[in-house]
């Protein structure tokens, strides 16, 4: 199983980016995907996350009516579109998924990861 997060990049404030995570040799759609970052310094952070159902999900009371987690069934991709970008959103984003079909913003009910993708907002 491997996943592959992409999408990161310089922003300037205020801007937008779109961050994918592709899978192979896992069907998202059968498994909890959670977007997760870790800024310098800081703990790893649960940013959002999607059920296999799509009918729950979640974000961190940071991102949220900004940032949009979504999934794309017929390419295998979970995306995290972050709008209305931030410095405070300077971090490596991973991606990952849980072992069954709910999400969960606890990194420790993630079984497989992403190598992470750098976001840089500049103010």
């Known amino acids: 199983v491997q996943l592959q997060a992409s999408g990161g990049g310089l922003v300037q404030a205020g801007g937008s980016l779109r961050l994918s995570c592709a899978a192979s040799?896992?069907?998202?759609?059968?498994?909890?995907v959670g977007w997760f970052r870790q800024a310098p310094g800081k703990e790893r952070e649960g940013v959002s996350c999607?059920?296999?159902?799509?009918?729950?999900?979640y974000y961190a009371e940071s991102v949220k009516g900004r940032f949009t987690i979504s999934r794309d069934s017929n390419k295998n991709i979970v995306y995290l579109q972050m709008n209305s970008l931030k410095p405070e959103d300077t971090a490596v984003y991973y991606c990952?998924?849980?072992?069954?079909?709910?999400?969960?913003?606890?990194?420790?009910?993630?079984?497989?990861w992403g190598q992470g993708t750098l976001v840089t907002v500049s103010s």
């Open positions: 990952a998924t849980t072992p069954y079909y709910l999400c969960s913003n606890s990194g420790s009910d993630y079984e497989y």
């Open positions: 040799g896992l069907i998202l759609n059968e498994h909890g």
């Open positions: 999607l059920n296999a159902n799509d009918l729950h999900t």
